[in-house]
């Protein structure tokens, strides 16, 4: 290659890098300065803003909380329809599928306006804030599933897209208390459930202290995580009212019943008398012996109602059951989450549950028509071991 050639290309690579620094200092909110070397970037903000919390506070009100300020560039409230909403379908054609049409607002969205809360806590129709306000122009349906579309921009032209499912806010919030654990499946079967194809599988036992509808409650488990979780369907239930969430789906008979017919489920640890509920999850749940276990209102996150309890050599909880035992450090259920505070197991086996042994006392008294100042206490004394009987407190 000769020295002429060599020349030429260094002269072209030269402009090429000229160019493409021209561009990175046109493109990036950057502050730059030229060395021997060439340009050297010093500084900028290149990161999207991230959203911190999401919440729906009331029958019309969605609030998503971020970084820092932005700006709402597009933004659309649809209500979820499972046949028109699986985010793989697609369309054969050029027109959009069922899906992307209610995400860009052609059907089905929900009007609806956007306020802004900046820094000072000032309320704005217009601007930026850190606290985003999506009012609906009407109520949302109790348990029924929507999702909310929206792009924001920062005050340097980083942009976030997202898509927020949420399920229409519940007004109605029963008061629940958990009243039996069964905390180990049963690995045998008798006679009866090898020829029905049945188990004796994990499962909680709630009694309603006071009507209202489920949508909107988590059961949660500190040994499994948030990943395992129970969402409860949009359902009414009674005051005086026993139901079982079942919280394996292993065998025959494991049916939801989540309408009037209460003698669908013919699973063990059933009856046609009292509600069965059941989780999708195939694989063990609940801590046997060490666990804490909450009720939660997801849509803000406050305790309905929890039980702890551990064996006597575990002296600390694990990560996940921190983060539990904190929140119970926030609320009136217990004095406060420390481990000290939880029921002892030691006499647990596969085939006892955890019994709260005042339930029944409290059930009565619900049914004599007395308010319960709620939430109940709770304590390890009100805890013991005994046989199941689920269904029946």
């Given at each position: ?17 000229l ?44 609030v998503?909380?971020f ?79 929507y ?25 109605r ?10 905390t ?24 309603v ?25 949009a ?47 195939e ?26 309890f ?44 955890l ?39």
């Amino acid at each position: 290659m000769t020295f002429t050639k060599i020349k030429e290309m260094l002269l072209v690579a030269g402009e090429a890098l000229l160019i493409a620094g021209i561009t990175v200092v046109a493109v990036l909110p950057v502050s730059c300065k030229i060395t021997e070397q060439g340009i050297k970037l010093v500084g900028g903000d290149y990161v999207p803003p991230v959203l911190n919390n999401f919440t729906v506070t009331d029958e019309k009100t969605v609030v998503l909380e971020f970084s820092e300020n932005v700006e709402v560039s597009g933004y659309v409230v649809a209500k979820v329809v499972d046949d028109q909403f699986d985010s793989m379908e697609h369309s054969g054609d050029f027109d959009l599928s069922p899906a992307l049409e209610r995400a860009s607002g052609v059907y089905g969205s929900v009007a609806c306006s956007v306020l802004y809360l900046d820094e000072e806590d000032v309320e704005q129709s217009a601007g930026n804030g850190r606290v985003l306000k999506f009012v609906l122009d009407e109520q949302m349906e109790i348990g029924e599933g929507y999702e909310l579309y929206t792009k924001v921009t920062d005050s340097v032209g980083n942009t976030l897209t997202l898509v927020v499912p949420f399920t229409g806010y519940n007004s109605r919030v029963p008061e629940l208390m958990i009243t039996e654990v069964q905390t180990e499946s049963v690995s045998s079967q008798n006679k009866a459930e090898k020829e029905a194809g049945t188990y004796r599988n994990e499962y909680v036992e709630i009694l309603v202290l006071k009507s209202g509808n489920l949508a909107g409650l988590e059961l949660c488990s500190g040994y499994d995580g948030e990943t395992k979780k129970y969402e409860f369907p949009a359902i009414e239930v009674t005051a005086g009212e026993v139901f079982v969430v079942h919280m394996r789906n292993r065998g025959n008979g494991c049916i939801s019943e989540e309408g009037d017919d209460l003698s669908l489920a013919t699973s063990s640890y059933t009856s046609n008398q009292v509600r069965d509920l059941w989780t999708s999850i195939e694989t063990t749940t609940l801590g046997n012996k060490t666990d804490i276990i909450i009720v939660r209102n997801r849509a803000n996150r406050r305790l309905l109602d929890a039980v702890m309890f551990r064996a006597s050599n575990i002296e600390a909880w694990t990560k996940t059951m921190v983060d539990y035992s904190q929140l119970l450090d926030e609320e009136q259920i217990y004095l406060s989450g420390d481990i000290e505070n939880a029921f002892v197991t030691d006499s647990l086996t596969a085939t006892k549950t955890l019994h709260r042994t005042d339930a029944a006392t409290w059930q009565q008294q619900i049914l004599d028509g007395i308010i319960l100042d709620y939430p109940i206490p709770s304590c390890s004394e009100v805890w013991t071991v005994s046989e199941p009987s689920p269904g029946t407190l």
